[in-house]
């Protein structure tokens, strides 16, 4: 608003400037002086002078009108860009919060993954302090992630994932002390590849290293010496193979084992173990198993030459067979795997014929009812007290005729050839963690 200009209304012009239109422009209101004819000349002037103040305060006021409507649209885009710039301020507020809400996410989810390892370490004799420690850890990460989805930016990404992962390597040293568990339940199977006869047999080594995932394929029960090779199991879905091995003997059944790079398999019509090196292509050893029946003398229920049953688990190597002897019952023999000599055997009173298939787990022998539908885990004999019991562990025999089955330690799973199906089943053991107490 400009000052007021203002003469007396019997001496002049009385000039206002005091109001603004709708766009912004100044108003100017001018009230005419009394008339007085006597002094014309005088106002005269007077009113030259005025119109002349006018017009320089109108000029004035154009300029001032035109830089205001040039500020005035510049202030208007400017609110445009401002608007603008907020929008995508909340746009990038709100991804930085959803992405963070994803990492957050991602870390909540992998204490997920941790938090089951704490009933099984608090079920068994452990090291009460180091437990703790690692429970009160969880819990206090745990607190932090709920804390942190809810109001994020609570608390430093990055400290917090090292700490996860601190915390996940030391829960994995703490579980290295694991002894050898006892099964619980049988989950799956997953099945990898459709391929081959109904019988036959493929393993992964389980002494092979974490980047060493070979896989080897031996189809049919008898009357081949081929095995194929894979890099991995995607190469082994693939049907990709790395090499192949000629046999100079065929095999037996279908329940050899690959254990530390050699392939252990029952020499066809004999009960001589073969000891063959896949790096060297050569048979390292062979052994007769004493008094073990073969050519479906004791087989399986399902029979195909299933005499012989070599496996490996986190002991070592393996033989299950029976003999007249022990009246065709099981036989249980650890063997070394480097002379195949017999350092102990273990008589069962489960008769060789009736079970359906066998596997090793941490020294306790497991044995199967049945090869089809309704198969479960009937039977299981520890060599370390060298006492039985009945189970009751069911599992999924989706193809309905089982002709292959073996633990692996390194994967913790069992391997099964089902009706022409290479499967894998889960297992879940019971574990006791090992204490400087324990002899």
């Known amino acids: ?3 007021q200009t203002q003469i007396s209304p019997k001496e002049g012009w009385q000039v206002y400037s005091s109001a603004q239109d709708p766009d912004g422009r100044c108003i ?3 009230v005419a002086p009394e008339q007085n004819l006597c002094s014309r000349d005088a106002k005269s002037r007077q009113l030259r002078q005025l119109l002349e103040k006018v017009q320089n305060m109108s000029q004035s006021i154009e300029v001032l009108n035109l830089r205001t409507q040039r500020d005035f649209q510049y202030v208007l885009k400017m609110e445009t860009q401002m608007k603008g710039l907020k929008a995508k301020f909340r746009q990038i507020e709100d991804d930085r919060k959803t992405l963070m809400t ?21 079920q068994y004799k452990t090291d009460a302090k180091l437990i703790t420690q690692f429970k009160e850890e969880i819990r206090n990460l745990s607190a932090v992630l709920t804390g942190i989805q809810e109001e994020i930016g609570a608390y430093d990404y990055e400290e917090l994932h090292q700490r996860v992962l601190s915390l996940d390597t030391r829960l994995r040293d703490c ?11 049988i989950t799956g199977p997953v099945t990898v590849k459709t391929s081959g006869t109904r019988f036959g047999a493929w393993m992964t080594d389980p002494l092979a290293s ?13 009357n081949n010496k081929i095995v194929r090779e ?8 693939s049907g990709a193979e790395s090499r192949t091995y000629n046999l100079p003997f065929k095999w037996a059944g279908t329940n050899h084992v690959v254990y530390n790079g050699s392939l252990y398999f029952n020499k066809y019509q004999s009960n001589i173990i073969i000891k063959y090196s896949f790096d060297t292509g050569r048979v390292l050893a062979q052994r007769s198993l004493e008094y073990a ?6 087989p399986y229920t399902w029979g195909g030459f299933s005499d012989i049953d070599l496996m490996a688990d986190e002991i070592g190597l393996w033989a299950i067979y029976a003999t007249n002897q022990n009246a065709g019952n099981i036989v249980i023999s650890q063997l070394n795997q480097d002379t195949l000599e017999v350092m102990k055997s273990w008589s069962t009173g489960y008769p060789k014929r009736s079970a359906g298939e ?9 044995v199967t009812n049945s090869h089809l539908t309704g198969a479960k885990v009937y039977y299981s004999y520890s060599t370390k007290t060298s006492t039985y019991e009945y189970t009751d562990i069911p599992f999924h025999n989706q193809y309905f005729h089982i002709s292959m089955l073996d633990y692996n330690a390194r994967d913790r799973a069992l391997y099964a050839w089902n009706n022409g199906h290479q499967v894998l089943f889960n297992v879940t053991l019971f574990h006791i963690i090992k204490t400087e107490d324990d002899t």
């Open 175 to 185: 579980m290295k002390k694991l002894t050898c568990g006892k099964l619980m339940k």
């Open 1 to 3: 608003m400009f000052p």
């Open 102 to 122: 994803k990492h957050f996410q991602d870390l909540k989810e992998k204490m997920d993954e941790l938090l089951p390892l704490i009933p099984v370490l608090e």
């Open 358 to 366: 066998s596997f090793m787990i941490c020294g306790t022998l497991y």
């Open 210 to 222: 974490k980047k060493n995932n070979r896989v080897w394929y031996m189809d049919s029960y008898t």
């Open 28 to 30: 100017c209101t001018v």
């Open 293 to 298: 029946g073969f050519h479906n003398v004791y």
């Open 230 to 237: 894979y890099k991995s199991i995607t190469d082994f879905v």
